[in-house]
């Protein structure tokens, strides 16, 4: 992936890439198999993950999709072919939870926002990804489920990212009946932050991200990362972690600046230290 602004890069047959004025777009285009979580689509998207992790010119990643699915899930049918082999797919199996598990983690651990731009469909492990991500936006056609249940494959690793983003009630109620939801229900769960006509989806989602990306990168880095650690922590824990957190934090040559920058009503210069 390139860093300078505005080069439009692909990952043949399977995501495109565009990194814009500190925003880089992760399009998933795989319609012909709506976008599915197979091999390749896992290694592009992983692939483009890492690179944006160390890429200081990335401050905020978008996760969209061509086509009416979002995301379909795992590839059933790529991992089905493997049911011949002589322990019936179970190495195989194995590998694909993992590196999807590695995948959804890449996600939550990255030093930067991700935002899933939802216009489509995403069900199963696509669901997971929408889950997986910071804050969603999703146009008032999409549609989201955890459908498992219906074909006798509960999505018990989708499960992980759902219970994490919503109440444990829909989430179980998603999980147990495997329906398709709309995406005001979904914002109504707390799995989307915000449903927009999808003809201003695109604009919506770049919006957000663009006012993210106008803060201080180290502050998003540190902020992020205590989020997911401290949910994780008693409450007496999570306060001792986050308080380290903010004295580390007011270390930082950028808090210094944010600081002295409003006490004199001026505009913060970031440098990301």
């Not at 790529?78 to 983690?105: I, K, N, Q, W």
């Not at 997986?132 to 999703?138: G, K, P, Q």
């Not at 999570?238 to 308080?243: D, E, L, N, Q, V």
């Amino acid at each position: 992936m390139s860093s300078v602004s505005g080069h439009l890069t692909a990952e043949p047959h399977f995501i495109r890439s565009d990194l814009t004025s500190g925003i880089l777009r992760l399009t998933l285009d795989h319609q012909s198999r709506r976008n599915a979580l197979g091999e390749g689509m896992m290694a592009a998207l992983q692939g483009a993950l890492d690179r944006a992790a160390v890429d200081a010119d990335v401050k905020v990643v978008i996760i969209a999709a061509e086509g009416p699915a979002y995301c379909a899930g795992h590839d059933l049918k790529e991992m089905s072919a493997h049911r011949s082999e002589p322990d019936r797919g179970r190495a195989y199996f194995e590998t694909v939870f993992a590196r999807c598990a590695r995948l959804m983690t890449s996600v939550v651990h990255l030093p930067k926002p991700v935002i899933a731009e939802v216009a489509g469909v995403a069900t199963a492990a696509g669901c997971q990804l929408v889950a997986s991500c910071d804050l969603v936006i999703a146009a008032d056609t999409a549609r989201f489920a955890t459908p498992g249940v219906n074909i006798g494959l509960f999505c018990s690793t989708p499960m992980v990212a759902l219970s994490r983003a919503i109440g444990r009630k829909q989430a179980m109620e998603m999980l147990l009946l495997g329906d398709q939801i709309s995406a005001s229900e979904a914002k109504d769960f707390g799995l989307v932050n915000r449903v927009v006509p999808s003809a201003q989806l695109t604009a919506e989602a770049t919006n957000l991200a663009n006012r993210i990306a106008a803060k201080s990168p180290l502050t998003l880095k540190i902020g992020k990362e205590a989020f997911y650690a401290q949910a994780e922590l008693s409450l007496d824990d999570a306060y001792r972690m986050t308080s380290e957190v903010m004295v580390t934090n007011m270390l930082a040559r950028d808090a210094e600046e944010g600081i002295g920058a409003f006490m004199e009503k001026r505009d913060p210069v970031w440098q990301g230290r």
